[in-house]
C-alpha cells in the first residue's frame, strides 16, 4: 500500500480528499513511502482522520494540567524562558571559572561543569598521564578546586548542573563550598547530571566508577540524602542523551530512558521511599536531533507516557510527582567536521524542535563542537542562537504551538504507542537492569545504529557536505581550541601534591574508613558519607578508590 492509499485507508472519506489523493497519486505517481528515524511510515498529508479517538481532555488537556502533553506549566516559556545551559568544561579550574563568568556574561541563566576525562574514570590528575588533563573538561578534584572554579559565581540564586555519575563527588565538592559561604543547602539548586547509571553501560561507557550493582545501591541513596538535606537539587538525571547518540531511534531513546526511571522510581519505592517525595525531583535529559517533527512529538508522547506511569503505576497523588522536567541538547552526532559553519543551521533546527517540544533547559552544541572543546566565538554564537530564537523570533509567544496539527497529533500518538510497546517488552524482561545485563537493550540500538548507517550510504539519508554537496576543503583551516599548557597542568598537579601532604590528613583518614564501613551497611547513608569526605578534604580520587574497593570497579557488560 503506498502512502496515499493509506492514507485512505480509513472507512468513509470525504469527497475533497478523495479528490486530493486522486491529484496526488497522478502528480506523483511513484511516491514511496517515507519513515521517520523511528520507523514510523510519514504520509504526504494528514487530516481529521488521523487522530486517535480520545478526548482532547484524556490525551491532550492543558499546560499544566494531567496528562501534560501541551506543556508541564500552565505559563511554560510566557511564564519563564528554558534555563540557558551551556555544557562548560576546559582546563583548570581558574580556565572553568573565566569561560563561565564570560557565558552567563551572555545571556546564559544557569550552569553546568565538565569535568576533565580523568575525573569522569574517577581519578585524581595525579593518578593518570599529564597529557590527559584538562583537554575535555575540567579538573576539579577537591573541595578548594570547586571553590576557585565557582568563585563569584552566586550559587545560591543560580542553578548548577554537574556531570558527575555515581558517587556524586562534585555536587559534595559543591555542598562544602556553599557551607563555607555560609549558604545554606537549601539554597542550592541544580541537578546531578549523568546520575543515570544505566545509562552508562548502556552507552555512555563511563562505566569505570563503579559496578553496576554498586551504583544502583549509592544512587538511591543520593536520592534520599539529596531530597532530605538538599530539596530543591534534582539527584537524578536519566539520560537519553547517550542511547540515542549511539544509534538509538528517537522512540527507542524515550522508551528506554522511561525504563529507567521505572527502575529507579521502583527501586526508591522498594526503599520505602513516598513516590510523592521523590518524583517531583526526577529530572530527564534528551537528545534532540534534526528529525524536527519527530522529535517534538518524541517530547510531547514522552510527557503524556510518564504522567500517567507516575499516577496510575506508582500511584504518586501530588500532580508535581506527574511532570516530565527535561534538558534537551541539540544532538553532536548529526553534527559534521566538514563544512562546520553549517551546524549553526542544524544546531538551531535541533534548538526548535527541542523548544516546540516544551523542554525546561537547553544547550545548544557550538558549531565547532564536532572538532574540538568549543572556541569562545563558537560559544557565543550557540547562546545568541538560543537568544535570537526566543526573543527574535517569538517562538515563546504561544505554548504548544504545534499542537493540533494533525500531523503531529497523530505522530504524537503513534510515538506513545511504541514508546508503550517497548515499555512493555522491557518489563517482560524483567525491568531495565536485567534487559540491560542480558544486553537486550545494546542489541536493539546497535541494529538501529545499522540501520541509519545503511539509509546514509546509501544516500536515502542526505547529510550536506557528508555524502552531498560536498565542497573541497583544506581541513587544517577547521576550528579549533589550542590543548592546555602542559605547564599549567603541571602547576595543577604541583598544587595538588601540597593540598594532599598539608590538609588534616588524619581527619581524611577518618572519614574514608567511615564511607568504606557505610558501604557495607544498608542501615548507613553512602552519598552522606561522600559529602563528609569532601568536607573533611578527601580527594575525588580517594572517595571514588574507596567506594570502587568496597562496592566494586565498573566493567563493561559482557554479551554472550
Ligand atoms: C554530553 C555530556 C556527556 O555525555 O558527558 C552530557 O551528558 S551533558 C549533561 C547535560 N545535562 C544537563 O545539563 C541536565 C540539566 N538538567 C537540569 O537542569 C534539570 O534537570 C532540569 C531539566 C529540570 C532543569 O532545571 P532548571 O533548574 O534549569 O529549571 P526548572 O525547569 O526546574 O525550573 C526552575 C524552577 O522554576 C520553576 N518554573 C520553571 N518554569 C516555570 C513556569 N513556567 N511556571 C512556573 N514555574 C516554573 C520550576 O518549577 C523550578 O522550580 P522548583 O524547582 O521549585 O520546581
Known amino acids: 500500500m503506498n502512502a496515499v492509499d493509506k492514507h485512505l485507508h480509513a472507512a468513509s472519506v470525504p469527497e475533497g480528499e478523495q479528490r486530493w489523493a486522486d491529484e496526488f497519486a497522478k502528480a506523483v505517481p511513484g511516491d514511496a513511502t517515507v519513515h521517520n528515524r523511528s520507523g514510523i511510515p510519514v504520509k504526504p498529508l494528514y487530516t481529521p482522520s488521523d487522530r486517535r479517538a480520545e478526548s482532547y481532555a484524556e490525551s491532550l488537556g492543558y499546560p499544566g494540567q494531567y496528562p501534560f502533553t501541551r506543556g508541564i506549566y500552565s505559563t511554560m516559556y510566557r511564564g519563564r524562558s528554558w534555563s540557558q545551559r551551556q555544557l562548560i568544561g576546559l582546563g583548570v579550574p581558574e580556565d572553568y571559572n573565566v569561560r563561565v563568568k564570560e557565558i552567563l556574561g551572555l545571556g546564559a541563566s544557569a550552569l553546568s561543569l565538565i569535568p576533565c576525562n580523568s575525573v569522569f574514570r574517577g581519578y585524581d590528575a595525579d593518578e593518570v598521564p599529564a597529557e590527559l588533563l584538562g583537554t575535555c573538561g575540567t579538573v576539579v578534584n577537591n573541595a578548594d578546586d570547586m571553590q576557585v572554579a565557582l568563585d563569584g559565581v552566586p550559587i545560591d540564586s543560580i542553578s548548577t548542573a554537574m556531570n558527575d555519575p555515581s558517587p556524586f563527588t562534585l555536587l559534595a565538592f559543591e555542598l562544602a563550598v556553599a557551607r563555607r559561604r555560609g549558604i545554606p543547602w537549601t539554597r542550592i539548586t541544580g541537578t546531578s547530571n549523568q546520575s543515570d547509571c544505566i545509562s552508562h553501560f548502556v ?117 508535581r510527582s506527574w511532570r516530565f522536567k527535561f534538558h534537551g541538547q541539540t544532538s553532536g552526532v548529526d553534527l559534521t567536521r566538514q563544512q562546520p559553519l553549517n551546524n549553526i543551521a542544524r544546531v538551531t533546527t535541533q534548538a526548535m524542535a527541542g523548544i516546540f517540544g516544551g523542554l525546561q533547559s537547553l544547550h545548544t552544541d557550538a558549531y565547532d563542537e564536532v572538532l574540538s572543546t568549543p572556541k569562545t566565538e563558537a560559544a557565543r554564537i550557540a547562546v545568541a542562537t538560543q537568544n535570537i530564537l526566543r526573543e527574535e523570533a517569538h517562538l515563546t509567544d504561544v505554548i504548544d504551538p504545534l499542537g493540533g496539527s494533525y500531523y503531529i497529533e497523530s505522530l504524537t500518538d503513534q510515538m506513545e504507542e511504541r514508546i508503550n510497546a517497548i515499555i512493555d517488552m522491557i518489563d517482560g524482561a ?91 551497611d544498608r542501615e548507613q547513608n553512602v552519598f552522606e558519607h561522600v559529602v563528609r569526605a569532601a568536607e573533611a578534604g578527601a580527594t575525588h580520587g580517594e572517595i571514588c578508590g574507596t567506594l570502587r574497593k568496597e562496592l566494586g570497579f565498573g566493567q563493561p557488560l559482557t554479551m554472550v
Not at 543520593?222 to 522512540?251: D, E, K, Y
Open 430 to 520: 524483567g525491568g531495565m537492569y536485567q534487559a540491560v545485563e542480558k544486553g537486550i537493550v545494546q542489541q536493539m540500538i546497535g541494529e538501529s545504529a545499522l540501520a541509519f548507517q545503511k539509509r546514509v550510504d546509501t544516500g536515502e539519508q542526505t547529510i550536506v557536505g557528508v555524502n552531498a554537496y560536498q565542497v573541497e576543503e583544506d581541513p587544517a583551516t577547521y576550528p579549533s581550541l589550542e590543548y592546555p599548557a602542559p605547564e599549567r597542568m603541571r602547576a595543577y598537579v604541583e598544587r595538588l601534591g601540597a593540598y594532599k601532604k598539608n590538609r588534616s590528613n588524619a581527619e581524611v583518614d577518618k572519614a574514608i574508613a567511615a564511607l568504606a564501613r557505610s558501604a557495607n
Open 203 to 319: 552507552a555512555n561507557h563511563m562505566f569505570f566508577r563503579l559496578a553496576l550493582q554498586g551504583a544502583r545501591r549509592v544512587i538511591v541513596d543520593h536520592i534520599r540524602f539529596c531530597n532530605a538535606q538538599v530539596p530543591h537539587w534534582n539527584p537524578l538525571s536519566i539520560v537519553g542523551q547517550h542511547m540515542q547518540q549511539a544509534g538509538a531511534t528517537p522512540a527507542e531513546a524515550m522508551a528506554f530512558t522511561l525504563c529507567s526511571g521505572i527502575q529507579y522510581a521502583e527501586d526508591c519505592i522498594a526503599a520505602g521511599m513516598d513516590p510523592d517525595q521523590f518524583l517531583p525531583r526526577f529530572t530527564f535529559f534528551f537528545d534532540i536531533s534534526i528529525s524536527f517533527f519527530e522529535e517534538v512529538a518524541k517530547f510531547r508522547a514522552g510527557r503524556r507516557v510518564w504522567a500517567r506511569l507516575c499516577r496510575e503505576r506508582f500511584g504518586a497523588k501530588d500532580p
